[in-house]
């Protein structure tokens, strides 16, 4: 079982930069793979990133490519997603989940979910 705490949104004007931090609980949780989603309001949860167990894997959203940055740290069982350059369309909530399995971008195959943190971008 893991559990995830997300952390580190707020409000940011565009061009400006965050740092999103995942804690997570439970031994396993460096032998998972983690992935970063959004939702917008009214639109369905989307990928925004992933990064394998030992982190020699990762992947992204074309329309982050090069913004965004997603790492971990096993030692401490947190996971983070760096922001730069962002832009108003980043606006969303933003959560970090699980999986046991190998890398995917797939929504539904994520089997833990934190509860979301804001993150709002001015123009």
């Known amino acids: 079982q893991v559990q995830l705490v997300e952390s580190g949104g707020g409000l940011v004007q565009a061009g400006g930069s965050l740092r999103l931090s995942c804690a997570a609980s439970?031994?396993?949780?460096?032998?998972?793979?983690m992935g970063w989603f959004r939702q917008a309001p009214g639109k369905e949860r989307e990928f925004v990133a992933y990064i394998s167990w030992n982190g020699g894997s990762t992947d992204y959203q074309d329309s982050v490519k090069g913004r965004l940055t997603i790492s971990r740290d096993n030692a401490k069982n947190t996971g983070y997603l760096q922001m730069r350059s962002l832009k108003p369309e980043d606006t969303a909530v933003y959560y970090c989940a699980a999986r046991a399995r190998g890398p995917a971008a797939l929504t539904g195959s994520y089997q833990y979910w934190g509860q979301g943190t804001q993150v709002t971008v001015s123009s």
């Open positions: 439970g031994r396993a949780f460096s032998t998972y793979t």
